[in-house]
């Protein structure tokens, strides 16, 4: 596949042109595209997908997006679009997306031009904005995506003003004086082309027309904004006016700087510094990192000091890139590179900025006993001695932004690299600094990382013991290069062996250590980070160890914490900002697998085992109190076996339906967790409350992990001795294992209905029967469903809210249809959708008119078919699940009654969309039928063969 973003989105698959049909599907895959090898959790994608609010089913539908695009694209193995929590992740290489090639394009011309070559420079700089077909994504829309293209855009105007320079250094200045025109026209504010067209123009002998440009770009930033040009296209104006002796034209050499360097006094002798320590032989990946790094290489007429806060967690690698980057670009600075480590984290106390500055002033030239006294002092001559000057200052491991604004030089064309684990934000907010956060490597940054520390040979021996080396490390370069390096350096020990080692969480951290080298230690590293906390944060920090999910929301932590949600948030993101654990999306957090073995191990150590109990016990609780009172709001007619769960000390709000999905779905994966970790610590009355709260996984299809869910309760129900519970867990694997269509459905449910008849609790009764009598039916065993459906129908009269005689009368409806009797069926499914909808049931409604339509079709009355296949489809459209018999079922129903009218086109996309959802929802089955439905459709509407 060829992606296009540099311009209207386009996909090309070799010669032809994709089509991507809708604008949901579209701007999904513009986000995806936009953040290329990156995950893209669901809210950025919901975010950049809907202008408005995005609406209550809207992780739903991106789930449906992103299905639909992978069917358009060919990604049947998910290779191409990968489901990576919280969100999605699209694998591409460099020749697979035009922006990653213009990116490559610009930081390879910026090195030819760095050494000199400047024809080369704009000749690979010119196929790179060739690229460019217009706007980027043009036509796209929303807010979100708009401001995305708009960075891209600017990375393009920022290219055309670098060869542009690079032109009028090699003479072109005529040629570039006609191209600037229509830039400066597009872009009637941006004061960098004005500046560069004033100076073409005046190469060229047009002194006149340079000062227009001026006048013109005065009157315009007057008048639109209030404000005048800036100082250097002011001091450009001037030099015009006065006539000053220009750069020879076509000289072919590097710009000359214009500000010249202050004079050396006698206490100053002219140096240059390089002070840059050795970059590793081994560098691997990071290459977004370092494109972004280049993309903010001050141009020789800059205005200010570029800074660069790269922040990210210990251990993360932040110091090796920065050394790399460094070396890379230090020929861009001619006049000196100064590095110093900060000791923000690390043995020792932190370098003060005096001390700093000591270094940095008796490196550029003062003697010793001429560095004056005081911060101001000399953090003002440090700034003399750098203006006019163009260098690199990497500011390596500092703790805060404190330690580091006395050391920022005032001249323009200077770059700060800064690199801490805080995130720096009053740099940020006071100093401009462009932040970049680090990350662990991406799986397969790991490992070629990896690789090429133990060597390709070693690596094709034990493959499987090389990816697991990669997983148990999480990817964390400091506990990968250690890791891996044991194994090189101890050739008898295979890679398996280390991997023994890593496996136990209790001894993870030991063996992530290499000799006494305090900095080849993970859990040195992140005693630094852990002892800089205050003794609430840290508290939490360890309490969030003891949480078994893979993220974990602000209340839940409140919960483990036993503080109140607002003073838990405010402790969260002090952790966030240590690089401690990471946002996901607004109000919830993960950390990475070595970060949670960590906090485990210290909450091990420092809280008594009563201590975590409780912790666990509250944490246990509030999911489980949750859990119920949404399952309340997205079920208000179901009866449930808990009934009254304990409540937490901050019970969570689940004001209506929407909120309940919004819930269910971010907390999906730590509901699933929490139960299972309840089990393993035979915390068995948790599991089982939990158990009886997670229908919502039926609505999302996750079949799977409701079997597994299941089967750990009927364990903590067993073990506890209570038959409800027992019958309970029983019915709801069977009824996932039914879905699934496998063989041993019949036995649980047989089993959960015999159970539920012995300690007298019809409610459950009714439930087995039912949907054993479903699994019946579906394997076309007919009358036995109906004997079963019967029996339901007798014991669910007058019972409850009048809930089960509604799914009965539906359950014999749809049986009746299968049996030919089609009036009855009518008649059986009319009265279903009335009581559902006096019940405000919609799901069940749209089910019931399904089966009425079903009757209708028996009948031969398509077009009344049709109407009642239109309702339910509006009513499962609606639903906040539309699981396979909500929405799909319906759909395929009006897809036969279309057919037999003769619209095969209509009935085809109705099976399609009924297949997706299938798919979405791992019913492989189900979905095949479709399909063969499809390609009878297909066959019939052929052209006959000549």
């Known amino acids: 596949m060829d992606f296009r973003v540099l311009g209207a989105l386009e996909v090309w698959a070799g010669q032809d042109r994709l089509p991507v049909p809708g604008a949901r599907r579209q701007r999904v895959l513009a986000a995806l595209l936009l953040a290329p090898n990156a995950v893209v959790p669901l809210s950025r994608l919901a975010e950049m997908t809907w202008d408005d609010e995005p609406p209550a089913t809207a992780v739903k539908q991106l789930r449906n997006s992103v299905s639909a695009l992978r069917e358009r694209l060919g990604d049947t193995g998910q290779r191409l679009i990968r489901t990576e929590e919280p969100g999605y992740l699209i694998r591409v290489g460099q020749e697979d997306l035009d922006s990653l090639r213009f990116a490559a394009g610009v930081a ?8 000199g070559r400047l024809e080369r420079a704009v000749g690979v700089i010119r196929t790179a904005l060739d690229l460019w077909r217009g706007t980027a994504l043009d036509g796209l829309g929303t807010a979100a995506l708009t401001r995305s293209a708009v960075r891209l855009d600017e990375q393009r105007l920022s290219a055309l003003e670098l060869s542009v320079t690079w032109r009028m250094e090699l003479g072109e200045h005529r040629e570039v004086a006609d191209d600037l025109a229509d830039l400066v026209h597009d872009h009637p504010l941006r004061e960098g082309l004005h500046a560069q067209l004033m100076t073409a123009l005046d190469h060229c002998g047009r002194r006149a027309d340079a000062l227009h440009v001026f006048h013109r770009i005065r009157t315009r930033l007057a008048e639109e904004l209030g404000v005048g040009p800036g100082p250097d296209v002011a001091r450009l104006h001037e030099q015009i006016l006065r006539g000053e002796p220009r750069r020879p034209r076509g000289s072919g050499t590097r710009a000359v700087r214009t500000v010249p360097a202050p004079r050396p006094s006698r206490d100053v002798a002219p140096t240059v510094p390089r002070q840059l320590p050795q970059t590793i032989r081994d560098f691997t990946g990071r290459a977004d990192h ?9 141009p020789a007429n800059g205005q200010a000091v570029v800074i660069s806060a790269l922040d990210g967690s210990g251990g993360v690698g932040k110091t090796t890139l920065a050394v790399h980057w460094a070396h890379r670009v230090q020929d861009r600075f001619p006049d000196g590179t100064l590095h110093t480590n900060l000791r923000g984290y690390g043995p020792g106390k932190p370098a003060s900025p005096d001390e700093t500055l000591d270094d940095f002033l008796v490196a550029l030239g003062v003697h010793p006993a001429a560095v004056p006294t005081g911060t101001g002092a000399r953090s003002g001559l440090f700034r003399t001695l750098a203006a006019g000057r163009r260098m690199l200052i990497v500011l390596d491991n500092a703790n805060s932004a404190e330690q580091v604004r006395p050391l920022l030089p005032g001249a323009p064309g200077c770059m700060v690299l800064v690199t801490s684990r805080d995130s720096l934000t009053g740099l940020v907010v ?4 462009h932040r970049l956060t680090l990350d662990v490597l991406s799986p397969a940054e790991a490992l070629n990382l990896v690789v090429g520390i133990i060597g390709p040979a070693r690596a094709r021996a034990e493959p499987a013991a090389v990816e697991n080396l990669v997983r148990l490390c999480a990817r964390l370069p400091l506990a990968l290069r250690i890791a891996a390096g044991r194994a090189a350096a101890y050739e008898h020990a295979s890679v398996a062996d280390i991997v023994t080692e890593l496996a136990h969480d209790n001894s993870r951290l030991d063996a992530l250590s290499w000799g006494k080298d305090p900095y080849a230690a993970v859990r040195n590293v992140l005693d630094w980070s852990y002892e800089q906390l205050t003794p609430r944060q840290a508290n939490l920090f360890r309490r969030l160890g003891l949480h078994p999910g893979p993220d974990l929301s602000t209340p839940a932590a409140a919960a483990l914490a036993h503080l109140a949600p607002d003073e838990t948030r405010h402790l969260l993101n002090a952790l ?15 950390f990475h697998d070595l970060l949670r073995a960590y906090a485990d191990e210290l909450a091990g150590r420092h809280d008594s085992e009563n201590e975590r109990r409780h912790a666990l016990d509250a944490m246990l609780t509030w999911y489980s109190h949750t859990a119920h009172t949404a399952d309340r709001r997205l079920y208000p007619t179901c009866t449930r076996l808990v009934t009254n769960p304990a409540k937490p000390a901050h019970p969570h709000p689940m004001p209506d339906r929407d909120h309940a999905w919004a819930w269910f779905t971010a907390e999906r994966d730590n509901l699933v967790a929490a139960l299972h970790h309840a089990v393993d610590r035979s915390m068995d009355r948790y599991a ?6 997670l229908g919502f996984l039926v609505l999302m299809g996750s079949w799977e992990e409701r079997i597994d869910t299941a089967t750990a309760a009927l364990l903590a129900a067993r073990r506890s001795g209570r038959t409800e519970h027992e019958a309970n867990a029983l019915l709801a694997r069977g009824e996932a294992l039914a879905h699934l269509q496998h063989p041993d459905a019949q036995a649980d449910l047989t089993r959960a209905s015999t159970l539920a008849r012995d300690v007298g609790n019809v ?21 036995e469903a109906l004997h079963h459906f019967d029996e339901v129908c007798a014991l669910s009269r007058g019972f409850d809210t009048g809930r089960w005689e509604a799914v009965a009368e539906g359950n014999l409806a749809t049986l009746h249809a299968d049996l030919g009797n089609h009036h009855q069926a009518v008649d059986h499914g009319t009265r279903s959708a009335t009581l559902r909808h006096q019940l405000g049931d919609t799901d069940g409604e749209a089910c019931a008119h399904a089966a009425i339509a079903k009757g209708w079709q028996g009948i031969g009355d398509h077009a009344m078919a049709i109407i009642h296949c239109r309702r339910a489809v509006a009513l499962g459209r609606a639903s906040l699940g539309s699981q396979d018999e909500t929405l799909a079922w319906p759909l395929a129903v009006l897809a036969t009654s279309l057919l037999h009218l003769g619209r095969v086109n209509d009935a085809v996309d109705c099976w399609q969309e009924a297949a997706a959802i299938y798919t979405d929802r791992g019913l492989d089955a189900d979905a095949a039928t479709m399909h063969h439905h499809i390609r009878t459709a297909d066959q019939l509407s052929a052209p006959p063969l000549v």
Do not use: C
């Open 688 to 693: 089982l409350h939990l158990v009886d709260a």
């Open 430 to 433: 006071t100093e401009a600094a």
């Open 576 to 590: 966030a900002d240590a690089h401690l654990i990471e946002p996901v999306t607004h109000d919830r957090y993960r």
């Open 763 to 783: 409610h459950l009764q009714i439930a087995a029967r039912t949907e054993l009598g479903q699994l019946l039916r579906r394997q076309t065993r007919f009358h």
């Open 290 to 298: 370092l494109a972004a790094l280049d993309a903010l290489l001050p």
């Open 108 to 115: 390879e011309s910026r090195r030819h031009a760095s050494e």
